[in-house]
């Protein structure tokens, strides 16, 4: 902290009173800051609380950041400040050139050791486990988390500490990677296979025998069959008896009561949470289960489902580890031509109030479910003039109507009364879609907008159906321009592709636990033509109630299901499912991968003395990363000997392997190792965030490896395991941790979770796109293109964009978007959760785009009780202006406030604001630390493109430095930086340029040594 | 860290001490008449103040103040400590402490330093160790395991915004744990397995734990002076792994004390359930005591700066903010809502006291033999004076209560922690920067 308190609180200098021995005081400079200084830093006053008189003119010595941090303001020109006496060009010069002959003499002496060993962080960790062993587990959630270097990266030697909890962990760790990876290979598993097939009364000799679990559906709706594993693994033969004392919440009668029969192992069974305006459509159909996207997209919501609506298999018997695969076989159903009004109002222009020509108006008004006559007793008047009763019917209207134009129709309700909302309006049109609606009385409102539909040339039918008590006067259609944003939404709504997305976990007796598993595939095919989607889980990597005892038949059933992810359009196109298939554990080959990795071919299998030599020396070569010594190898081959004794050979053998795992020269970076092994591991952990491969310690063995850094920087950026590099950075860099700390508040917005997780995959794919194309920097600020996909996209309100995967479009600044200052992600986490926040977000834009981190607020600030009594109501703004009319934060503040306001016209999700409320509320206007006048972000933009581009270059470089070395830059390295960042510039701020740069700087290789 | 001829203490310690010291503990352990005699220490902290409002807001004569009106005996509870009424003669308020290094430091550092009254102000300081430590330190011969150290998010966090209360013997941060089910699991569910098994689990660790020390001794030999120094943290680390493997191994022949965990909701999660999450925590601390598997804990209640998960658990379990996001409120309603994040806090502090009083030992309670302190580190969210103490418990340690003491002049905070380490019969005269003790606490 102390060197970001020394940034910003600037400035200085000094007079002395104490000379440091053999220091000349050079009285030029001394005179100069005499002259300017003194003042606002001296025994008068101490701003940001530095004594000039008090610092020391041996620039190398104790205030060294200090003279660094003097050199910085008097070049920023920030100091003197703008209303003080200036200093003149030849005294500035004088200073400037004085101060900077002396840093540079300081920097040579100072840049070395400091640089320290740091061991494998979480992800390093996983990486490198999983890529040794062939593996693909997220080991890192077994490890205690990480702390944060003063920079925020999580890869810092200093900061990263050993503790005996992380070798506990990693004792754990190892043994179940080498249990995962090595098997016996005479003795292939067991594996567990079957499928379930969905449909409604698919068996209808068991219609009313005995319902599925909870609020599922009968055991007559799917059919399950067991399937036979292929040659050479053995079909595990599934337990079929089962004895349990209690059924959800309720004791069973009589003691351990058994149920019987494969239902009782496996159990289909859907997931609808019911929201407020949402009603349940019929969802099992007779070739199988119905799902409308996702409108609950979110795990981690109040009820504690899987997200709503989805179908799930529910096994009481299921493989304890490994992988498993689930093959779900399903087509697309377009989306309904009946939508909403809710879903497409947020882009509705204007609500006429009352009808105009053109309108298609239905009389509604002999359309009177019914009448109160006493207190049970209702009078039902039918179209038709008769009575029935109207506890067990709906009331009925069924219109035939001629409509002179196709296209999209606004249907609004006009009504006298609403008497009660017990059920909702279902309307169905032209006998193929359907939609229900809830309806509130409202005072003020007897016209309601109830939904869009598409309406064909010609004769057309709307039934409407309904329980509730109300008075109808009519239905109003009115046609919607279709250059209008609600048609444009309409549209490319029916034009979504559905994603289907499978997830594991837990079924407690009423709650449930579950993760996602692979990435969600798009299904295009129609009933026609099903098609088979294949994902792939891990045991230990979803919250699988592994090793659970239990005593109650609805509690700790692992669950499978899959639900639609295109969750933007809540009424977009549904999915059929209709069967879902299971397999595990599940392996690519037999021995696995992981194991033939490891018992290598030679000529020595028989001989176990030999063999196991052959076996160690080529697994610690491997893991240790570097050339193993003798005594090393020796170490491990005596515990092989012991292990040897009680175990037989594969077992010792893996006992052995998972010690090595154990040892510091796996859990170390070894960036000094001898050779160049030090550069191969420096590197591959900066750009692959893993451990290097075999071309690159081939070249360290040779000594060839600095030779072709270039060409091999090339090669790993283009590699996939890079993507891991630009996550992780980016992830430290713009500070994304903080999304996952903003709470979702609980009646807020539907999006939840998803939106989360997919606005940081927005930032991550834009960074990898500057990478791919070797992008200039500028475009972190301003760009031409963003990256998105079907969720994001309509998040933002931007048409056209179809697809899960992330692509580029391209449009300019028509929506706003470009950059990350707009993503999401960087607004969402820098808000309140509830409204946007111009402090961390200006505090953030200082730090991590300008690399100017404001120095925290200073220690025992008193609360500012506000004395204007109207100061409660003001706005986030206003109340600012007042914190910065306070002469003790107005430093600070004049440096924070201005870079936060000029993104208040985006809201606490990132999305811009439209509604003319919010455009009078709010406003980006306002004056940059330098006076410039500003009136939006994109003037933001353009400011910072023209004059500061070499700072969030700077930034950039810097923090990625940083991130490269593991370790805190320090004023010692500044030269070497300045350094890159003027290459950097006359390349035009490209951004794999810079990756080379710092790769190829001093810092970099030097150290090594 | 002198862990020069590290390699060589080990073993000798191994061959010559631990087996035949291991046995005496182990006897005291098994006599029941001993229970009386045991004192536990427990630390819970929150950070960025409570609701403090000035005596003109009208949220004040509503009684949304955190610190009583009245001083001495007479005091009403507040409504941010109602939940505790029902303990009135088990605790005391505690009103004017506070560490003197935190006093000149950014406020958002006085975590680091709730424990230990270090100065964090530097970017690299080193902390001191923690009071529960030296506590743990005393009792460790004693117990099956050292001590606990919980938060909500667990790890250790970042310097300046600690995830732990707990730093060992060398200053490190101790590395908390935040999940119920594998606290439960490590602490009370190996006993599950036999005998057997875990003594033979227990000896192939040791011969893990033997190869890794000789493996380390071939890459220390290979650093540098500078490197070096950093491993020692690894060496450090490795040898207080050996102790637990050997503390486990000692223990091996000891039952632990029947219990009944039926109803801890061990498989709960913090942002699904953060009522039932921390009240989780809380029955486990509590179960440990019980069971006297260790007699020292601290937990973190909430980070500082809303840097955690715990600043989020209001809003979803109550809809209201964290404390961080409240001392940045100027709406007029804030207080209120403060007060009764507080109140909300409170409750899981005295659901602990009062389970820890139902618990038989001895002729008194848990609680008697137990001194619980919750305290928060600053007292406004940027103002680390005048900490919110209060202290429960440890009666028949000598402590008294049935009080609110509010102290004038600002005593040191490790005064406190002081008069704590003497009652729990702690040798110690002084704790860090003390200048005294607080006596008025003692019958």
Same mark, same amino acid.
């Given at each position: 902290m102390k060197k970001n308190v020394l940034i910003l609180l600037i400035v200085v200098l000094i007079f002395m009173s104490h000379l440091t021995a053999g220091v000349t005081e050079p009285t030029d400079i001394k005179d100069i800051l005499e002259k300017y200084c003194i003042d606002c830093h001296g025994p008068d006053k101490s701003k940001g609380k530095l004594r000039v008189d008090e610092l020391s003119f041996d620039v190398g010595g104790k205030d060294l950041q200090h003279w660094s941090d003097v050199l910085d303001q008097i070049n920023t020109g920030e100091m003197p400040p703008p209303k003080k006496k200036q200093l003149s060009d030849e005294e500035r010069r004088q200073l400037t050139d004085w101060l900077t002959t002396e840093l540079k003499l300081v920097s040579l002496k100072k840049r070395k050791n400091n640089v320290v060993l740091r061991r494998l962080n979480r992800e390093q960790y996983r990486n490198t486990l999983n890529d040794l062993l062939s593996l693909d587990v997220n080991w890192e959630n077994k490890l205690p988390s990480d702390s944060k270097s003063p920079e925020g990266f999580i890869n810092n030697g200093q900061t990263l500490l050993a503790t005996s909890l992380h070798l506990d962990s990693y004792i754990k760790i190892a043994k179940q990677a080498l249990d995962l990876a090595v098997v016996d290979p005479n003795n292939p598993p067991q594996i567990q296979k079957f499928k379930i097939t969905f449909g409604k009364n698919i068996l209808p000799e068991l219609k009313g025998k005995r319902k599925g679990l909870g609020k599922g559906f009968g055991v007559n709706n799917y059919k399950i069959e067991e399937l036979t594993a292929s040659a050479p693994y053995k079909n595990y033969i599934c337990p079929k008896s089962f004895t349990y004392n209690k059924f959800g919440s309720k004791i069973l009668k009589g003691k351990n009561r058994e149920f019987k029969g494969i239902n009782h192992v496996y159990q289909a069974n859907h997931g609808v949470v019911l929201m407020q305006k949402e009603v349940r459509r019929d969802d099992l159909k007779s070739d199988g289960f119905f799902l409308p996207p996702v409108h609950k997209p979110s795990f981690h919501n109040i009820i504690r489902l899987a997200p709503s609506p989805h179908v799930n298999v529910k096994m009481r018997v299921f493989p304890q580890s490994g992988r498993f695969k689930m093959r779900v076989k399903a087509y697309k159903k377009e989306a309904p031509n009946l939508v909403p009004y809710s879903e497409l109002s947020y882009h509705a222009l204007k609500k006429p109030k009352t009808n105009v020509p053109g309108d298609i108006i239905l009389l509604g008004n002999s359309f009177v479910r019914g009448k109160k006559v006493t207190k049970n007793k209702y009078l039902v008047t039918e179209m038709d003039g008769s009575n029935r009763d109207p506890d067990k019917d709906s009331a009925e209207a069924d219109y035939v109507f001629n409509v002179k134009n196709s296209g999209l129709y606004r249907v609004d309700m006009n009504y006298l =009364?609403?008497?009660? &909302?017990r059920t909702p309006l279902t309307f169905v049109l032209n006998k193929k879609d359907d939609m229900s609606i809830s309806v509130k009385h409202n005072k003020k409102m007897t016209r309601l907008p109830m939904m869009y539909c598409w309406l064909n040339k010609g004769e057309n039918n709307l039934k409407i159906r309904t329980k509730a008590e109300i008075q109808i006067e009519s239905f109003v259609f009115i046609q919607i321009d279709s250059e209008t944003v609600e048609s444009k939404v309409y549209f490319a709504r029916k034009k979504a592709t559905p994603y289907i997305r499978p997830f594991a976990g837990t079924q407690e007796s009423r709650t449930q636990k579950a993760s996602t598993f692979g990435e969600p595939q798009a299904v295009l095919n129609s009933k026609e033509k099903p098609s088979i989607y294949e994902f792939y889980g891990r045991i230990e990597d979803l919250p699988v109630p592994v090793g659970k005892k239990n005593d =109650?038949?609805?509690?700790n059933l692992m669950i499978i299901g899959v639900y639609n992810h295109q969750w933007a359009h809540m009424h977009g196109p549904g999915i059929v499912v209709q069967s879902i298939e299971f397999e595990g554990p599940y392996y690519d080959s037999w021995p696995p991968l992981s194991h033939k990795k490891i018992f290598i071919e030679s000529p020595n299998s028989r001989d176990e003395q030999k063999y196991s030599r052959e076996i160690i020396t080529h697994f610690v070569n491997k893991t240790y990363r570097k050339s193993v010594s003798q005594e090393e190898v020796d170490s491990l081959c005596r515990y092989w000997q012991e292990s040897r004794k009680t175990s037989n050979f594969y077992k010792s053998i893996k006992e052995t392997l998972a010690g090595a795992l154990c040892c510091p020269q796996f859990l170390y970076i070894d960036d000094k190792g001898a050779g160049e092994y030090g550069l191969a591991n420096k590197l591959s952990y900066f750009l692959w965030n893993s451990m290097p491969d075999k071309e690159l310690l081939e070249l360290a063995q040779k000594n060839l490896l600095k030779k072709n850094l270039k060409p091999q920087i090339k090669r790993m950026l283009q590699d996939s395991r890079s993507h891991s590099f630009i996550e992780s950075f980016t992830y430290q860099w713009l500070e994304l941790d903080k999304l996952s700390l903003i709470p979702i508040v609980k009646d807020g917005f539907a999006y939840g979770e998803f939106l989360k997780e997919e606005a940081i995959e927005e930032t991550y794919s834009f960074i990898k796109e500057l990478v791919k194309n070797n992008l200039s920097v500028s475009n972190v600020i301003k760009s031409e293109f963003a990256l998105l996909n079907q969720n994001m996209a309509v998040f933002y309100g931007i048409e056209n964009v179809t697809g899960h995967e992330f692509k580029k479009v391209g449009f300019g600044w028509k929506y706003q978007r470009?950059?990350?200052? &707009?993503h999401s992600s960087i607004l969402w986490a820098n808000s309140s959760g509830v409204e946007s926040h111009p402090i961390k977000r200006g505090v953030w834009f200082a730090s991590r785009i300008l690399d100017r981190p404001p120095p925290p607020p200073p220690a025992n600030v008193p609360m500012i009780e506000p004395t204007d009594p109207k100061f409660k109501n003001l706005t986030i703004r206003k109340q600012l202006e007042v914190h910065r009319d306070n002469s003790a934060c107005i430093d600070c503040h004049r440096k924070i406030d201005p870079w936060g306001l000029s993104f208040e016209m985006y809201d606490a999700l990132g999305q811009v604001r439209t509604s003319i409320q919010d455009l009078r509320k709010y406003s980006a206007a306002t004056t940059l630390p330098d006076g410039t006048d500003i009136n939006s972000l994109n003037d933001l933009q353009g400011y910072i493109e023209e004059k500061r581009l070499d700072d969030v270059s700077r930034s950039l470089i810097r923090h990625m430095s940083s991130y490269a070395l593991g370790r805190s830059l320090t004023f010692a390295d500044k030269i070497e930086i300045q350094k890159i960042v003027d290459y950097s510039k006359k390349d035009g701020h490209k951004i794999c340029t810079i990756i080379e740069q710092i790769v190829l700087s001093k810092l970099f290789i030097e150290e090594n040594s | 860290m002198a862990q020069k001829s590290w390699h060589f203490d080990r073993r000798t310690f191994l061959k010559g001490v631990g087996v035949s010291v291991a046995l005496p503990f182990l006897e005291a352990m098994g006599n029941d008449k001993t229970t009386s005699q045991i004192k536990r220490c427990c630390f819970f902290a929150i950070p960025n103040g409570v609701s403090l409002p000035p005596k003109n807001e009208v949220a004040y004569k509503d009684g949304w103040?955190?610190?009583?009106?009245?001083?001495?005996?007479n005091f009403a509870f507040p409504k941010p400590l109602e939940p505790f009424s029902d303990l009135r003669e088990q605790l005391t308020i505690l009103g004017g402490l506070s560490h003197p290094n935190s006093r000149k430091m950014h406020s958002h550092l006085s975590m680091d330093a709730f424990l230990t009254g270090v100065d964090a102000s530097a970017q690299s300081y080193k902390n001191l160790t923690s009071v529960d430590q030296i506590a743990a330190y005393h009792f460790e011969k004693e117990t099956r395991y050292r001590s606990l150290v919980f938060s909500c998010d667990g790890g250790v966090g970042s310097s300046g915004r600690r995830g732990t209360l707990s730093y060992d013997r060398n200053g490190s941060p101790i590395p908390s744990l935040n999940n119920p089910k594998e606290i439960f699991e490590n602490l009370f569910t190996s006993t599950e397995k036999s005998k057997d098994i875990r003594k033979k689990a227990f000896s192939q660790k040791q011969k893990v734990v033997d190869l890794i020390s000789e493996n380390a001794a071939y890459m220390n030999r290979r650093l540098g002076k500078v490197d070096k120094e950093k491993f020692d943290e690894f060496l450090s680390a490795l040898s207080s792994l050996e102790n637990d493997v050997k503390r486990s191994q000692q223990w091996l022949d000891t039952a632990i004390k029947d219990f009944n965990a039926d109803d801890i909701k061990i498989d709960v999660q913090a942002k699904h359930a953060p009522q039932d999450y921390y009240r989780t925590m809380l029955d486990l601390i509590a179960l440990a005591f019980e069971t006297d598997v260790t007699r020292t804990c601290t937990f973190m209640l909430n980070k500082e700066n809303?840097?955690?998960i715990g600043d989020t658990l209001s809003q979803i379990a109550l809809g209201i903010p964290g404390s961080h996001a409240l001392s940045h409120d100027k709406t007029e309603k804030r207080y209120y809502t403060w007060g009764k994040l507080d109140q909300w806090m409170s409750s899981h502090v005295a659901y602990f006291l009062k389970k820890l009083s139902k618990i038989q030992e001895g002729?008194?309670?848990v609680l008697d033999n137990s001194i619980v302190m919750y305290g928060c580190t600053t007292s406004t969210s940027h103002n680390p004076s005048n900490n919110p103490i209060l202290l429960a418990g440890g009666k028949n340690m000598g402590f008294k209560h049935g009080r609110y003491l509010q102290m004038e002049n600002d005593p040191n905070l490790s005064n406190l922690y002081v008069t704590l380490l003497k009652q729990l019969k702690v040798p110690v005269k002084t704790f860090n920067d003390s200048d005294g003790e607080i006596l008025e606490l003692i019958a």
């Open positions: =009364n609403i008497i009660s &909302t =109650n038949y609805e509690a470009g950059g990350i200052l &707009t | 103040h955190w610190f009583p009106k009245n001083t001495g005996k809303a840097v955690g002729e008194g309670s």
